[in-house]
């Protein structure tokens, strides 16, 4: 049994975890793994432990009131013992939180009733569990595993093998520890020491009524606003790919007054448009600019790492191909100066819809709809079937989880744009079936009871996409902050995901042209020039190459495999699919990429020692 304990570490990365103000906390913060700093209640107990070394949190406090945040924003501790002022009850505090913008975790102890929430999209995660009867948060599900000894969660482990050739709704990635309780993104978290934990819904998607010119003002204050709250001291780095959510980044960066580091990796393919579109963009960037091109022969291989030990990452990264490559960035640009990486992760999913909003526009505006639909068919030259599932009206999610659950099959999509349908991979074991299986049937039944959320499918398709865009994400974040670069995402901040949902879908998305809203929402910062690219690099190829080319460290992995011992993957089958693959299937990388990932996340499970605590300042404002 993998098992994460008491004494185990997390490679130096940094993690915090939330402590009710109660009389068994000290001895529960004991507990938890490495902790090396703490911030107590008003009454002295502890409240927030844990290890912050790159970014530690600004705490403000009014009276027996106390606001802690984490991550990046320009509100500082006396802006916030300012907020902790105007709390008079928990309540209070999301919308008062508002006011800290950036991308954060915000914690508030209130005459010592706890209240925490992350980021909307999931950038930054909160996870719950009971330790000796005391409910503890986290902002890291294997840190609440260390502190109870918790087990794999083989159920959750087996979703990581799922194929997904259409969007669940529900999530895909639950965590992977026995009994460590996700927070919903759009909840906040309550622990009172007289009550049981409590799970608030904070937030519901806006109504989508702003034209694009109104949607294009929004987004535009909300990126910029998000790029300048991250004021890390010293150069910030930042991705240059040439594609629009890379180059919006950088503009938006370098129009603060600090040095920018720019990285453009140059794969001297002879379709690959990227390059030209980052030599135009790098021309135009004002300020003190360094600018790093690497050839793509430098940079590793994809899977080059796949047999060493990595970092402890919360949870499996399904682009274990590229793992190599994310470290190999980060300490470069480190060794060049950067303190932080900036990335234009999450723009495909918040700036645009794939088709689905056509099903939305047609029941509510026929003649458009039509119009639309029409004009998509035709511009994208669909097969039949994919213009006419728009028309007819969509199953419940609890329905089409049942469905799901009903038909999943242990075979590959053998086409690029399969009919929605849940795939194991052929080497799943029929066991891994019935854990899948078995989840989208609970996962329906949590759906069916009635609750405000998404106003319409759009909406909520939009939402998960961004959703699990950012788990993704925060992962490479952990894989960065492991190699000693902290990273951060603006499109998947708060403000910029209320923006986006904010617009009409059919001004966001168009037929006739590449992400409107942000080719709006930039003119002026960006230059024309570069919001002209109406193309994203593909890199099916390279993939292709790539797991011809590491075969060798493939195979090594199928060797007493943790996965199988968990009896979730027949290592006969997975070894035959490294030998034959990319014969049946184009989801089949994606399948190994993603059994890979679990795999080694499971050998990479933490060990190390023991906890010590040391205590840091608080700035206040008439504590009493």
């Known amino acids: 049994?993998?098992?994460?304990?008491?004494?185990?570490?997390?490679?130096?990365?940094?993690?915090?975890?939330?402590?009710?103000?109660?009389?068994?906390?000290?001895?529960?913060?004991?507990?938890?793994?490495?902790?090396?700093?703490?911030?107590?209640?008003?009454?002295?107990?502890?409240?927030?432990?844990?290890?912050?070394?790159?970014?530690?949190?600004?705490?403000?406090?009014?009276?027996?009131?106390?606001?802690?945040?984490?991550?990046?924003?320009?509100?500082?501790?006396?802006?916030?013992?300012?907020?902790?002022?105007?709390?008079?009850?928990?309540?209070?505090?999301p919308r008062i939180a508002r006011?800290?913008?950036?991308?954060?975790?915000?914690?508030?102890?209130?005459?010592?009733?706890?209240?925490?929430?992350?980021?909307?999209?999931?950038?930054?995660?909160?996870f719950h569990i009971r330790v000796d009867g005391v409910a503890v948060a986290a902002d890291r599900a294997d840190v609440l595993a260390a502190a109870t000894g918790s087990g794999v969660d083989e159920r959750a482990l087996a979703m990581r093998l799922l194929v997904l050739s259409d969007e669940l709704p529900c999530p895909v990635?639950?965590?992977?520890?026995?009994?460590?309780?996700?927070?919903?993104?759009?909840?906040?978290?309550?622990?009172?020491?007289?009550?049981?934990?409590?799970?608030?819904?904070?937030?519901?998607?806006?109504?989508?009524?702003?034209?694009?010119?109104?949607?294009?003002?929004?987004?535009?204050t909300a990126l910029a606003a998000t790029v300048a709250a991250h004021r890390e001291p010293g150069p910030v780095g930042a991705d240059l790919s040439g594609g629009l959510d890379s180059t919006t980044v950088c503009f938006l960066a370098a129009r603060e007054d600090r040095p920018l580091i720019t990285f453009t990796t140059d794969t001297g393919e002879p379709d690959d448009e990227d390059m030209v579109w980052a030599d135009r963009a790098a021309a135009c960037l004002p300020g003190p600019v360094t600018r790093i091109v690497v050839p793509g022969r430098e940079v590793p291989p994809h899977y080059a790492d796949l047999t060493e030990p990595g970092p402890a990452l919360d949870e499996p990264f399904p682009g274990v191909a590229v793992r190599?490559?994310?470290?190999?960035?980060?300490?470069?640009?480190?060794?060049?100066?950067?303190?932080?990486?900036?990335?234009?992760?999450?723009?495909?999913?918040?700036?645009?819809?794939?088709?689905?909003?056509?099903?939305?526009?047609?029941?509510?505006?026929?003649?458009?709809?039509?119009?639309?639909?029409?004009?998509?068919?035709?511009?994208?030259?669909?097969?039949?079937?994919?213009?006419?599932?728009?028309?007819?009206?969509?199953?419940?999610?609890?329905?089409?989880?049942?469905?799901?659950?009903?038909?999943?099959?242990?075979?590959?999509?053998a086409d690029e744009r399969p009919r929605q349908a849940a795939h194991l991979p052929p080497w799943a074991t029929p066991a891994a079936a019935d854990l899948v299986a078995d989840y989208l049937r609970d996962a329906g039944r949590g759906l069916s009871r009635p609750a405000p959320g998404p106003r319409s499918h759009t909406q909520a398709l939009m939402v998960r996409q961004a959703v699990y865009s950012?788990?993704?994400?925060?992962?490479?974040?952990?894989?960065?902050?492991?190699?000693?670069?902290?990273?951060?995402?603006?499109?998947?901040?708060?403000?910029?995901?209320?923006?986006?949902?904010?617009?009409?879908?059919?001004?966001?998305?168009?037929?006739?042209?590449?992400?409107?809203?942000?080719?709006?929402?930039?003119?002026?910062?960006?230059?024309?020039?570069?919001?002209?690219?109406?193309?994203?690099?593909?890199?099916?190829?390279?993939?292709?190459?790539?797991?011809?080319?590491?075969?060798?460290?493939?195979?090594?992995?199928?060797?007493?495999s943790r996965l199988a011992a968990h009896g979730l993957v027949d290592p006969a089958a997975l070894r035959e699919a490294c030998v034959t693959t990319l014969r049946d299937s184009p989801y089949e990388p994606t399948a190994l990429s993603q059994t890979f990932s679990a795999e080694r996340w499971l050998r990479d499970l933490p060990v190390a020692g023991p906890p010590v605590t040391a205590e840091i300042p608080v700035t206040t404002r008439g504590m009493a």
Do not use: N
Request: glycine share 8%; proline share 7%.
């Open 99 to 126: 006011a800290v913008g950036g991308c954060v975790h915000v914690v508030a102890s209130v005459d010592g009733v706890v209240l925490a929430h992350g980021a909307l999209s999931g950038l930054r995660r909160l």
């Open 324 to 413: 190599a490559e994310f470290t190999w960035t980060a300490r470069l640009l480190t060794a060049r100066g950067a303190r932080l990486r900036l990335t234009g992760d999450g723009g495909d999913e918040v700036l645009q819809d794939s088709s689905e909003y056509l099903g939305d526009l047609l029941r509510a505006r026929p003649l458009a709809g039509a119009r639309r639909l029409w004009t998509h068919w035709l511009a994208g030259r669909w097969p039949w079937w994919r213009g006419r599932r728009h028309l007819w009206p969509r199953r419940s999610a609890r329905v089409e989880l049942r469905a799901l659950a009903a038909g999943l099959v242990t075979a590959l999509p």
């Open 1 to 93: 049994m993998d098992r994460c304990g008491a004494d185990s570490g997390f490679h130096g990365q940094d993690w915090f975890a939330v402590l009710p103000d109660h009389e068994a906390a000290a001895a529960v913060a004991e507990r938890l793994p490495r902790a090396a700093s703490r911030v107590t209640h008003h009454s002295g107990r502890p409240w927030l432990v844990g290890r912050w070394a790159s970014t530690p949190p600004r705490v403000g406090s009014a009276g027996r009131v106390r606001l802690a945040v984490f991550g990046w924003s320009e509100v500082g501790e006396e802006r916030l013992a300012e907020l902790a002022a105007g709390v008079r009850g928990v309540a209070d505090v």
């Open 173 to 220: 990635d639950p965590p992977l520890w026995r009994g460590v309780t996700p927070v919903p993104e759009d909840s906040c978290l309550v622990l009172d020491r007289l009550s049981p934990v409590r799970v608030v819904r904070r937030w519901s998607p806006p109504d989508p009524v702003l034209t694009l010119a109104e949607g294009a003002a929004a987004v535009r």
């Open 470 to 560: 950012a788990h993704v994400t925060r992962v490479i974040g952990q894989l960065s902050a492991a190699a000693g670069l902290p990273m951060s995402a603006p499109f998947l901040a708060d403000a910029v995901l209320d923006a986006c949902l904010a617009v009409r879908p059919e001004e966001r998305t168009t037929p006739w042209s590449y992400k409107p809203l942000l080719v709006e929402a930039m003119r002026g910062i960006v230059p024309e020039r570069s919001l002209a690219r109406r193309t994203k690099a593909e890199g099916s190829a390279l993939v292709h190459a790539s797991l011809r080319e590491q075969r060798a460290k493939l195979l090594a992995l199928c060797e007493e």
